[in-house]
């Protein structure tokens, strides 16, 4: 099972980590941590040295009940970091994380590598059309409504169920356009209270039915700290315990802060399962 990432084939049988750096004032973890180029090359550079794949860029906070960024004000904040990136590290496959087609359309000519989409299309008819352009891997998540309407839609008969066929119309209207490469990301934490959370994770290999990679953003959750009545700062062994039940689930891609751990849990989860 492979993406192809600017012309480099990336072979997701082996399960990879994509390092997160978010550029907003206000993400739930780690935001305004990342304001000088000074602070991003650094952190850029330590992931890429920790073994992550992919560098996931993000300007507009998806948490519960986030503020509104403006277009122009999400753009401001990717494209001067995407060409800081690549100036510095050319080789780096960079991944942006928006529902904005302009956006993606800006940041892919600038040489990004794919888009992660946490409306899978759904927040703008453009997008669709904009990767089938550019031809890149396209990550869809599973939310219903917005970031700022999403605790109110919780409402399923089976969710998993209906999640699976949530996807099978997004990824044929993919298909539809052309595009190859797509991802599935459950969407943990969106739309989902946190008994769901755990029910899609316990469900997991279900999704692998599917047949396309699934990229699993669980990293100092919520649905980890609620359980252990701690805090995002204090979540990382629990992520690394819910990262390792995803591997062992179908997991492809981990989406995590901590790339050092996620890299340690894969190599571990595989020499466990290497046939000796």
Excluded at 71 to 99: C, G, M, N, Q, W
Excluded at 149 to 175: C, G, H, N, P, W
């Amino acid at each position: 099972m492979t993406i192809n990432c600017l012309g480099q084939l990336i072979d997701l049988s082996s399960p990879k980590v994509m390092g997160i750096l978010n550029l907003t004032p206000n993400s739930f973890y780690d935001g305004g941590q990342f304001n000088s180029d000074t602070s991003i090359l650094k952190h850029v550079a330590k992931m890429m040295d920790e073994g992550a794949t992919f560098i996931d860029l993000g300007a507009n906070s998806s948490k519960p009940n986030a503020d509104f960024v403006s277009e122009e004000e999400e753009i401001a904040r990717l494209l001067p970091v995407v060409e800081l990136i690549l100036k510095h590290f050319p080789d780096t496959i960079l991944s942006i994380d928006t529902f904005r087609s302009n956006i993606a359309r800006v940041c892919l000519e600038s040489g990004a590598a794919m888009i992660n989409d946490i409306s899978a299309g759904a927040l703008d008819d453009k997008m669709l059309e904009t990767i089938a352009h550019s031809q890149v891997p396209y990550v869809m998540m599973h939310m219903k409504g917005t970031p700022q309407t999403m605790t109110l839609l919780t409402q399923y008969e089976d969710i998993v169920k209906e999640m699976l066929f949530y996807f099978s119309e997004k990824i044929a209207k993919a298909r539809s356009y052309g595009i190859n490469d797509l991802i599935l990301d459950p969407g943990f934490g969106f739309a989902k209270t946190l008994e769901q959370n755990y029910e899609v994770l316990q469900k997991l290999e279900l999704f692998q039915y599917i047949e396309l990679p699934i990229l699993v953003g669980i990293s100092r959750k919520s649905m980890v700290y609620k359980v252990l009545n701690s805090s995002p700062n204090d979540a990382l062994n629990g992520t690394t315990v819910l990262n390792t039940i995803a591997l062992t689930k179908g997991a492809s891609i981990l989406r995590v802060h901590d790339v050092k751990e996620a890299v340690e849990s894969i190599k571990l989860f595989e020499r466990t399962n290497h046939k000796i």
